[in-house]
């Protein structure tokens, strides 16, 4: 849909360890969010004060973070990798198919 592929470094499709490099970032800070949960709600039961926690907001703090370290690392190199990019050895270029 958005023609663009993902590739190794070396031009070659990324393999299932690099996918998953890749998106390692992401299913760390989700895991943090739903454990952050789990512990409100074993605390103080399922109430509207959720969003008032600490947790909750030390997990949003950190997702902010990332996403603004994401896109100056973006924005700061040729290639337009960002940390994940980094992380899986990747690259992802645009496509004509």
Known sequence: ?????????????INFRQAFLRESPWILLSISFLISEVFHISAYGIDENF????????????????????????????KRRTIHDYIAG????????
């Open 51 to 78: 969003h008032n926690s600490y947790s909750f907001w030390f997990v949003v703090f950190v997702v902010f973070i990332w996403s603004i370290a994401e896109i100056i690392v973006m924005l700061t190199n040729e």
């Open 1 to 13: 849909m958005m023609k663009v592929r993902g590739f190794d470094t070396e031009g070659s499709p």
């Open 90 to 97: 990747t690259v992802v270029v645009k496509t004509n198919l």
